[in-house]
């Protein structure tokens, strides 16, 4: 059973565009939504997190958008570069005890 | 300073053979955790190590696998009679403690291919 749904799989995005990339959970005793960003041949690393009280973070050029009452959640990165090619992970966690990850979504950014 | 480090960071191996992949977390991280990583797929939870407590194995998926942590510090993830459905990159990693909004950090993982 998948905890945590994420869409789409792979994204192509201009430069300088939106990516947005979505997740659902199910779990309501979540509280704790993070984003990793992976590169080949690197493990993943922290880009942005949220806590299910607020329903916006930025940082930067990427912002977290929360729907509690839908489970939902996003990641919109803004003003997209080639650098931000990667593979894109969410999460859901209950207490930082175990981190549920979505499949992943590859994005690539072209010139 | 030094980050979460894994080894080997490649191990092939054949069929029923028992593999040993080892993880250092960095210094003074109590919580460690190890993930799967397949083709395709996201990073699958295997099991969660938090201080002195008793590990969550919930995630381990068979009896063939199993994890320890010695001195609260370097952590090894046993696989017995290793499957070819086991070739998966094995990815570690810790944070300062096992509350919530504590950052996970990754190692680069251990590829692992079953032949």
């Known amino acids: 059973q998948q905890q945590v749904k994420q869409s789409p799989q792979s994204l192509i995005v201009q430069k300088g565009g939106i990516s947005i990339i979505n997740c659902a959970y199910e779990n309501t005793a979540f509280d704790y939504f993070p984003w990793y960003q992976q590169f080949p041949g690197k493990g993943p690393a922290l880009l942005i997190a949220i806590r299910p009280d607020v329903s916006e973070k930025k940082e930067g050029r990427f912002t977290i958008s929360f729907n509690k009452s839908a489970k939902q959640f996003s990641l919109h990165i803004m003003d997209s570069q080639p650098g931000d090619s990667a593979t894109y992970f969410c999460a859901a966690s209950k207490r930082g005890n175990q981190f549920y990850f979505g499949t992943g979504t590859s994005l690539t950014v072209i010139p | 300073g030094a980050g979460v480090s894994q080894s080997p960071s490649n191990k092939v191996t054949e069929k029923g053979k028992d593999v040993e992949l080892r993880c250092d977390p960095i210094?003074?991280?109590?919580?460690l955790y190890w993930y799967r990583q397949s083709l395709g797929q996201g990073l699958e939870f295997l099991i969660y190590f938090q201080g002195n407590s008793a590990p969550d194995k919930s995630g381990l998926p068979s009896d063939r696998f199993s994890a320890e942590r010695t001195g609260g510090s370097v952590s090894t993830l046993t696989i017995q009679r290793t499957q070819q459905e086991d070739s998966a990159v094995y990815l570690c990693?810790?944070?300062?403690?096992?509350?919530?909004?504590?950052?996970?950090?990754f190692g680069p993982g251990t590829r692992l291919t079953v032949l």
């Open positions: 210094s003074g991280h109590t919580a």
């Open positions: 990693a810790s944070s300062l403690a096992g509350a919530t909004y504590n950052e996970q950090f």
